[in-house]
């Protein structure tokens, strides 16, 4: 089932998320409805409370990817409960974008690298370290699950210069090809 995106205005972004524990219910299910929205939407990563759940977990595909490094051709994971435990490395730009924030990207400083320990869907934990864009897109949707938007990291003057767009966004003001939620719970379509 491919599930309407929250976008930016919607409280559930802005929530911290919990933990989700064994029998969460349907977890299976969920995983792979996530991903499937995640195709329809063309994006690279998603986290939970863009598709209104409050709960741990984000995924991350960057398949389509493969042309910058053949690495990500294959990378297609679920991150349960994760916890970053280190933050290293050079702190540099990168242009992001965000499926709940539609038609903005700007470039938002974060370290290179990152130590992150983390459930997968069969509950085997891990401990890895991720650089390069893996470890961009983890950090932002990470952010994610404690209420943080890309936008958040943007200077002040950036904000400013953001805040008509964002609030349009939250009126509807934006065109996009998947079904999404904004504030007050109007489903829309395509
Ligand atoms: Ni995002």
New binding site residues.
């Given amino acids: 089932m491919v599930f309407p995106i929250y976008v930016y205005g919607h409280p559930v972004l802005r929530k911290v998320t919990g933990i989700i524990d064994k029998d969460y219910k349907d977890l299976k299910q969920f995983i792979a409805d996530m991903f499937e929205t995640m195709d329809d939407s063309d994006g690279i990563g998603l986290?939970s409370p863009?598709v209104g759940k409050s709960v741990r977990l984000f995924i991350v595909d960057t398949s389509t990817l493969k042309d910058e490094d053949p690495l990500l051709k294959d990378f297609k994971k679920v991150f349960i409960n994760p916890s970053i435990i280190e933050r290293i490395g050079e702190i540099t730009p990168f242009n992001e974008g965000?499926?709940?924030i539609p038609g903005i990207r700007e470039d938002v400083s974060r370290e290179s690298k990152i130590r992150i320990s983390y459930y997968d869907g069969d509950f085997n934990f891990y401990d890895e370290w991720y650089d390069g864009i893996l470890s961009r897109i983890i950090q932002?949707e990470y952010d994610?699950l404690d209420g943080i938007l890309?936008t958040d990291h943007l200077a002040s003057l950036k904000k400013r210069l953001l805040k008509n767009k964002l609030n349009g966004i939250s009126k509807g003001k934006f065109d996009v090809d998947y079904k999404t939620v904004l504030p007050g719970k109007r489903v829309r379509s395509k």
Avoid: D, G, R
């Fill in positions: 986290a863009q965000c499926l709940s932002h994610h890309f």
